[in-house]
C-alpha cells in the first residue's frame, strides 16, 4: 500500500500550519524563563539591584498585585485574540474560499501573538507563587522581567492588530499567494538540473506493466530519489502518470513500468511506498495549488453574487506573471537519469505548459462574459509572447488565445466584438515578431 503518513518535511508543515505548536513551544519556553529568572534571583541578583531603586525597590505586597494584575490581561487579551482569529478565519471563508483558511492558520503573526501571551501569563504565574517565598521574599530580576514583557506583548499586539487588518484585504491576499508562488517557482526550477524527457525516450518497444494506486487521497509527496534507485537496480523506465495534488482511488494508474511484463509485489510496494496519501490538498509541495487558489478568487469575484471584476483582474496579472516567472526560469518537469543521461523515471511534476493549460482556461470558462476581463486575458498572451519565444509553450499559448477570443466574441455587441479580434491580431503579430510566424 501507499504510505499514508508524511515524511519529516511534511510533518513539520503540518506542526507549522496548526494553532498550537507554535504557541505551545512558548508557553515552555515561558516556564523555562520564568525558572531561569528566579534562579539569578535566588542567587543574589534581587538583592543586587534593590539600591537600584524603582521599579527594583518593589514590595512583596505591591509585587504580588502587579502580577496578578498582569497575568489576568493577559488571559483577557488571549481570548480577544483567539475570537478576533475566528472572525478572521469566518470572514476569510466566505470571501476568499475556504482553501485559503490553511493560509491563515499558517500566519506566523497571529501564532506568535496567542503564543507570546500565553506564554507570559505562564511567566507571570510561574514569577507570582515564587513571591513572598524563601529564600529570595522579592525576585526583582523576575517582576520587572515580568512588567517590560506585558509593555512588549502590548506593542506587539498593535502589530499584530495591523496584520489582522492587512490580511483581510484581498487583494493583499492574492499578492502573497502570487508572491509565494513565484518564489516556489524560483526555487523549484533551480533544484531540476535534468533535461526534459520526450516522448520517444520511452522504450515502447520493451515489456511494460501498470503498477495502481490501492489507496484513496490526494498525492501530498512523492520521493523521486526512492523511484529513481528502483528504477536503476532493475534496470527500468518508469512513466510516472500522477502529480502532486491528485486525487486517486485504488484504481488508479501510478506508473507505467518499461522492462518487466509484470511487476513483483516486492517491487510495486517499493514503487507505492515513493507516494505520500494525505486527506487533503495542500501547497507544502504542490505549485499547482497555489495556481488553483489564485483562479478560485478569480472566479469568486467574477461570479454574479460578487460581480468584483477589479480583483478577478489582479489575479489574472498576478498568474500572468507567476507563468512568466515559469518561462524564465525554463520550468520543465522533473526528470531523473543515470549519469550517461539515459532516462530512468519521467514525471507529470509541474511545469510552464501546464500551469498555461491550467490558468487560462479556467480563468475563460468562468470569465467569457466579462469582455474587460477577456481583454486583459488576451492582453496577458501578449506579455508572455517574449518570453515564449525559444520555448515549446507558444502553441500552447496561441491555442488558448484562439479559445478566448472566440468564446469572449461570441454573443457580444459588434464594437466589443471587433476590439476582441483586435487584440487577436495583435497578439498574433507580437508573436510574428518574437519568430513564432510558423507555429
Same mark, same amino acid.
Given at each position: 500500500?501507499?504510505?499514508?503518513?508524511?515524511?519529516?518535511?511534511?510533518?513539520?508543515?503540518?506542526?507549522?500550519?496548526?494553532?498550537?505548536? &507554535?504557541?505551545?513551544?512558548?508557553?515552555?519556553?515561558? $516556564?523555562?524563563?520564568?525558572?531561569?529568572?528566579?534562579?539569578?534571583?535566588?542567587?543574589?541578583?534581587?538583592?543586587?539591584?534593590?539600591?537600584?531603586?524603582?521599579?527594583?525597590?518593589?514590595?512583596?505586597?505591591?509585587?504580588?498585585?502587579?502580577?496578578?494584575?498582569?497575568?489576568?490581561?493577559?488571559?483577557?487579551?488571549?481570548?480577544?485574540?483567539?475570537?478576533?482569529?475566528?472572525?478572521?478565519?469566518?470572514?476569510?471563508?466566505?470571501?476568499?474560499?475556504?482553501?485559503?483558511?490553511?493560509?491563515?492558520?499558517?500566519?506566523?503573526?497571529?501564532?506568535?501573538?496567542?503564543?507570546?501571551?500565553?506564554?507570559?501569563?505562564?511567566?507571570?504565574?510561574?514569577?507570582?507563587?515564587?513571591?513572598?517565598?524563601?529564600?529570595?521574599?522579592?525576585?526583582?530580576?523576575?517582576? &520587572?522581567?515580568?512588567?517590560?514583557?506585558?509593555?512588549?506583548?502590548?506593542?506587539?499586539?498593535?502589530?499584530?492588530?495591523?496584520?489582522?487588518?492587512?490580511?483581510?484585504?484581498?487583494?493583499?491576499?492574492?499578492?502573497?499567494?502570487?508572491?509565494?508562488?513565484?518564489?516556489?517557482?524560483?526555487?523549484?526550477?533551480?533544484?531540476?538540473?535534468?533535461?526534459?524527457?520526450?516522448?520517444?525516450?520511452?522504450?515502447?518497444?520493451?515489456?511494460?506493466?501498470?503498477?495502481?494506486?490501492?489507496?484513496?487521497?490526494?498525492?501530498?509527496?512523492?520521493?523521486?530519489?526512492?523511484?529513481?534507485?528502483?528504477?536503476?537496480?532493475?534496470?527500468? &523506465?518508469?512513466?510516472?502518470?500522477?502529480?502532486?495534488?491528485?486525487?486517486?482511488?485504488?484504481?488508479?494508474?501510478?506508473?507505467?513500468?518499461?522492462?518487466?511484463?509484470?511487476?513483483?509485489?516486492?517491487?510495486?510496494?517499493?514503487?507505492?511506498?515513493?507516494?505520500?496519501?494525505?486527506?487533503?490538498?495542500?501547497?507544502?509541495?504542490?505549485?499547482?495549488?497555489?495556481?488553483?487558489?489564485?483562479?478560485?478568487?478569480?472566479?469568486?469575484?467574477?461570479?454574479?453574487?460578487i460581480n468584483d471584476f477589479y480583483t478577478a483582474l489582479a489575479c489574472a496579472d498576478h498568474l500572468t506573471g507567476s507563468i512568466a516567472r515559469a518561462l524564465e526560469c525554463r520550468l520543465d518537469r522533473i526528470t531523473l537519469r543515470d549519469d550517461d543521461g539515459r532516462l530512468r523515471v519521467r514525471t507529470r511534476?509541474?511545469?510552464?505548459?501546464?500551469?498555461?493549460?491550467?490558468?487560462?482556461?479556467?480563468?475563460?470558462?468562468?470569465?467569457?462574459?466579462?469582455?474587460?476581463?477577456?481583454?486583459?486575458?488576451?492582453?496577458?498572451v501578449e506579455r508572455l509572447a517574449p518570453l515564449a519565444a525559444d520555448h515549446p509553450v507558444a502553441p500552447a499559448l496561441l491555442r488558448n488565445l484562439d479559445e478566448i477570443a472566440d468564446h469572449a466574441s461570441a454573443g457580444v455587441h459588434e464594437i466589443d466584438r471587433a476590439a476582441i479580434e483586435s487584440a487577436?491580431?495583435?497578439?498574433?503579430?507580437? $508573436?510574428?515578431?518574437?519568430?513564432?510566424?510558423?507555429?
Amino acid at each position: 500500500m501507499i504510505a499514508q503518513r508524511g515524511h519529516v518535511a511534511r510533518l513539520l508543515h503540518k506542526l507549522l500550519s496548526s494553532f498550537w505548536f &507554535v504557541p505551545g513551544a512558548m508557553v515552555v519556553a515561558g $516556564f523555562a524563563a520564568a525558572a531561569g529568572a528566579l534562579g539569578l534571583d535566588a542567587a543574589g541578583v534581587s538583592e543586587a539591584l534593590k539600591p537600584l531603586g524603582p521599579p527594583f525597590d518593589i514590595t512583596a505586597d505591591a509585587a504580588g498585585k502587579l502580577l496578578s494584575t498582569l497575568a489576568g490581561a493577559m488571559v483577557t487579551v488571549v481570548s480577544l485574540v483567539f475570537s478576533l482569529t475566528l472572525v478572521t478565519l469566518t470572514v476569510a471563508a466566505g470571501n476568499l474560499g475556504a482553501r485559503l483558511l490553511e493560509r491563515y492558520m499558517q500566519n506566523t503573526v497571529t501564532q506568535v501573538t496567542m503564543g507570546l501571551f500565553v506564554g507570559a501569563f505562564v511567566f507571570m504565574v510561574v514569577v507570582l507563587s515564587a513571591v513572598g517565598s524563601v529564600p529570595t521574599e522579592v525576585p526583582r530580576l523576575s517582576v &520587572v522581567l515580568a512588567l517590560l514583557l506585558s509593555i512588549f506583548s502590548v506593542a506587539w499586539l498593535m502589530y499584530a492588530f495591523h496584520d489582522l487588518a492587512r490580511s483581510l484585504q484581498i487583494d493583499q491576499a492574492a499578492a502573497a499567494i502570487a508572491g509565494s508562488l513565484r518564489q516556489r517557482i524560483g526555487a523549484v526550477a533551480a533544484a531540476r538540473q535534468a533535461a526534459p524527457a520526450h516522448p520517444g525516450e520511452l522504450p515502447s518497444d520493451r515489456p511494460c506493466c501498470t503498477v495502481r494506486a490501492r489507496a484513496c487521497g490526494y498525492v501530498e509527496a512523492i520521493d523521486w530519489k526512492a523511484l529513481w534507485a528502483a528504477a536503476r537496480s532493475d534496470a527500468l &523506465v518508469l512513466d510516472v502518470t500522477v502529480a502532486q495534488g491528485d486525487y486517486l482511488t485504488p484504481a488508479d494508474p501510478l506508473l507505467t513500468v518499461y522492462g518487466v511484463g509484470e511487476a513483483g509485489e516486492d517491487l510495486a510496494t517499493a514503487l507505492r511506498a515513493a507516494f505520500t496519501l494525505g486527506e487533503l490538498r495542500t501547497d507544502a509541495d504542490d505549485l499547482m495549488f497555489l495556481v488553483h487558489l489564485l483562479i478560485e478568487i478569480a472566479a469568486r469575484a467574477l461570479s454574479p453574487g460578487i460581480n468584483d471584476f477589479y480583483t478577478a483582474l489582479a489575479c489574472a496579472d498576478h498568474l500572468t506573471g507567476s507563468i512568466a516567472r515559469a518561462l524564465e526560469c525554463r520550468l520543465d518537469r522533473i526528470t531523473l537519469r543515470d549519469d550517461d543521461g539515459r532516462l530512468r523515471v519521467r514525471t507529470r511534476s509541474a511545469d510552464a505548459a501546464r500551469m498555461v493549460d491550467t490558468v487560462f482556461p479556467a480563468l475563460r470558462r468562468n470569465g467569457m462574459h466579462n469582455v474587460t476581463f477577456a481583454l486583459r486575458l488576451i492582453a496577458s498572451v501578449e506579455r508572455l509572447a517574449p518570453l515564449a519565444a525559444d520555448h515549446p509553450v507558444a502553441p500552447a499559448l496561441l491555442r488558448n488565445l484562439d479559445e478566448i477570443a472566440d468564446h469572449a466574441s461570441a454573443g457580444v455587441h459588434e464594437i466589443d466584438r471587433a476590439a476582441i479580434e483586435s487584440a487577436r491580431t495583435r497578439v498574433r503579430e507580437a $508573436f510574428e515578431r518574437a519568430g513564432l510566424d510558423e507555429i
